[in-house]
């Protein structure tokens, strides 16, 4: 049968763990616990389409990844497995957008208004911080932790059903005599939420944890899934934990796999306990199968990364072996800047490619979405194409988030946010007039009939009442889905022309947007799924000329995750960068910063080049204008590991042509890399 060829024993045997002669009903739960490329997520496909040949409804089927093109990637390989009758798996995606699609079914039978909108992290900071301001809480003297950090801090909270006092000891010391106030801030942030009809991600998880608590509710929500499987458990936190265990209390036709040497969700109160603790939830117990052949890195990355983790404090998966062999070790390349290892790395990748390994068969990875910014600069200078995943989203620029504000108001005349957002694109409209504006906003079906009669300041008021059409097209069903997209790209064209100088540049992202919402069956489908996991790089969605072509991948290690290249390059492999300068105080955060170094060196097949520059230029932030800042290779490579890589110098005969390559950027910096980043912010 196609979907059991080359697997080996073990992987065999988690593929058929409980499923017998046509019978998938009996499966008990499984948890396949096992190093990086393993083959888990192969795995796991395999036994998804056992599952189905077996009998099992692939309706009912429920997968569980970490990101949307995880699913759909795991979805397609199913597919090619299956009998061409059997039925796609629908029920894939992340945790956060099945919460969000199970809570519009069941939403009001806990109580919860359907029509509620989804506020990604910037939506759900600017509420917590209108609600500070409201509590007069911003008063500057008490230096009260900045909205991203209160949002974090609420987060951490929810997410770890830990009580807030104990959060802040842990994680957050230095907020510590906030306490009673935050917590008057957070009571009031929930009920603005609920009186705008607003639910953040943690919400999505919230309430589907309560969800699966509530009787009656509970029970129809289990019934719905025969069979739940779990890629990555090693990085999901309590209340996802919570989650799993009310859809499968006794664990039957529940499979998890993941590594708890690839934990790197910790700061965002994802714990290994949950995958170390899993098989112990049940009676009797999960059955427990590892895997022991790495089938993806050759034998000397392998060794490397080995190494690597085998200084972990604490591990429970045990070395991987691979059997391909290779003579050629991991380089540790030395080079004398960040300039220069944007060179090295640029000339190293081309140089891959004439020997015939495609761009998209080589990766450039890094702890920082910015510590890309001069490798993409010089790849720009030679016109190699290259794709960003991780870091800014397109749905994050502001332009973007203009036109799917207007959309979102108009869907939830409730949300405050989106609310100030739009009016404030008015010349002459700042909060104090937003507010009164967005105080005639009303319940009931003319929510915005107030606003008709309403007068703006002077210098809105030419513009005024083509946007009081635009609002009722949208509430009514004047213009249908996708056509109200280009209508409200109309209504936008003079406002974007007027606020953004680089409008012409920006265009082609809107143009993107209209594409992307074509795909999607309803404004809210596309408002629910844009808010949950919007497209990383432009190149994700929709059929831009970029897919047919060859492209490198520059992607943060964490949206790394689940990857492999045959080619890896990894910036900056010096302390400050891997560890994070953000994250070298305690222990906890030490360890997940070197589990993410293994991450990202076993993302590699067969070449991998992990990049010690020795000094960095630092740009912008610095008063006194540039300066450089020494660094030394990270702390995870220890003089005693040395022997596992080859060591390599980037050839100082060639430093003449990289600081004249270079030096442009060094003087103008600021000005290119705006350049770059203006199409985006
Ligand atoms: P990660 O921990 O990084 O998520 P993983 O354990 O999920 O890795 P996979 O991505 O499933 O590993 O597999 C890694 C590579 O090994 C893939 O290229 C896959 O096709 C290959 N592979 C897996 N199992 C086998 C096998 N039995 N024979 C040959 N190749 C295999
Ligand atoms: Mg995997």
Redesign the pocket.
């Known amino acids: 049968m196609k979907h059991l060829e080359?697997?080996?024993a073990a992987?065999r045997q988690a593929v058929e763990h409980g499923i017998r002669d046509g019978d998938a009903s009996q499966a008990g739960p499984l948890l396949v616990i096992?190093?990086?490329?393993?083959?888990?997520?192969?795995?796991?496909?395999s036994r998804v389409a056992h599952l189905v040949v077996n009998g099992a409804d692939p309706g009912r089927i429920l997968l569980l990844t970490f990101s949307r093109r995880a699913a759909s990637e795991m979805a397609r390989r199913v597919i090619r497995m299956v009998p061409r009758e059997a039925r796609p798996v629908t029920w894939s995606g992340t945790f956060h957008g099945i919460g969000a699609r199970l809570l519009r079914i069941y939403a009001q039978r806990i109580g919860l208004n359907d029509g509620f909108t989804i506020h990604d992290r910037e939506d759900a900071a600017d509420l917590l911080n209108l609600v500070r301001h409201d509590l007069g809480l911003s008063d500057k003297a008490t230096r009260f932790p900045q909205k991203a950090t209160c949002l974090t801090i609420y987060s951490h909270a929810v997410n770890s059903g830990l009580p807030l006092g104990q959060v802040l000891e842990r994680h957050f010391p230095w907020c510590s005599q906030h306490e009673e106030a935050l917590r008057r801030l957070f009571d009031g942030y929930v009920a603005a939420k609920q009186s705008q009809n607003v639910l953040d991600y943690d919400d999505l998880l919230l309430y589907w944890a309560e969800m699966m608590r509530s009787e009656g509710v509970a029970e129809d929500v289990r019934l719905r899934f025969d069979h739940v499987l779990v890629?990555?458990y090693q990085d999901t936190n309590p209340l996802q934990a919570s989650i799993l265990l009310g859809l499968k209390p006794d664990g039957q036709g529940l499979t998890a796999?993941g590594?708890d040497a690839?934990a790197i969700y910790g700061f965002r109160a994802a714990t290994v306990r949950n995958i170390l603790d899993l098989p112990q939830q049940f009676t009797p117990p999960a059955a427990v199968v590892t895997?022991t052949?790495?089938?993806?890195s050759t034998q000397p990355i392998l060794a490397a990364s080995n190494a690597v983790i085998a200084m972990a404090r604490e591990r429970f998966t045990k070395d991987l072996v691979s059997e391909r062999v290779s003579a050629q070790k991991p380089r540790l390349v030395t080079v004398p800047d960040d300039i220069q290892q944007a060179v090295y790395v640029a000339e190293r990748v081309l140089a891959l490619r004439e020997e015939g390994v495609a761009l998209k068969q080589q990766a450039v990875l890094f702890r920082t979405s910015h510590h890309s910014s001069l490798v993409e600069l010089e790849l720009a200078r030679r016109n190699i194409p290259f794709v960003k995943f991780g870091g800014l989203r397109f749905l994050e620029a502001a332009h973007v988030k203009d036109i799917v504000s207007v959309l979102r108001w108009a869907s939830n005349p409730r949300d405050k946010v989106v609310a100030f957002r739009v009016l404030q694109l008015f010349p002459g409209i700042g909060p104090q007039t937003a507010a009164r504006a967005f105080d005639r906003v009303t319940d009931g079906a003319h929510p915005f009939a107030a606003l008709a009669i309403y007068r703006p300041p002077a210098a809105a008021l030419a513009v005024w009442p083509a946007f009081i059409d635009l609002l009722q097209d949208l509430s009514g069903s004047a213009a249908a889905w996708p056509a109200e997209l280009e209508r409200v790209k109309e209504w936008f064209q003079p406002f974007f022309e007027a606020r953004y100088p680089d409008a012409q540049v920006r265009a082609g992202d809107i143009d993107q947007l209209v594409a992307i919402g074509g795909q999607y069956r309803s404004r809210e489908q596309f408002l629910t799924e844009l808010a949950l996991d919007p497209p990383e790089a432009t190149s994700d969605e929709a059929g831009p000329p970029l897919l047919d072509e060859d492209y490198l991948i520059l992607s943060t290690i964490h949206s790394a995750?689940?990857?492999?290249w045959t080619a890896v390059y990894v910036l900056n492999a010096v302390d400050g960068c891997i560890p994070s300068d953000m994250a070298t105080g305690r222990s906890e955060d030490i360890e997940e910063e070197r589990r993410l170094l293994y991450?990202a060196m076993?993302?590699a097949?067969d070449t991998l080049d992990l990049l010690v520059p020795q000094k960095f230029y630092v740009h912008q932030q610095s008063r006194n204008g540039d300066r450089h800042l020494y660094a030394s290779r990270t702390r995870f490579i220890p003089p005693a590991m040395l022997d596992r890589f080859e060591a390599a110098t980037w050839p100082v005969r060639r430093r003449q042509d990289a600081v004249a390559a270079g030096s442009g950027a060094n003087v103008d910096l600021k000005a290119r890399l705006g350049g770059m980043w203006k199409a985006r912010t």
């Open positions: 080359g697997l080996n992987q096992a190093g990086a490329g393993s083959g888990k997520t192969t795995t796991l496909a890629d990555e796999v590594d690839q895997l052949q790495s089938y993806r995750k689940g990857q492999e991450v076993t993302r097949k």
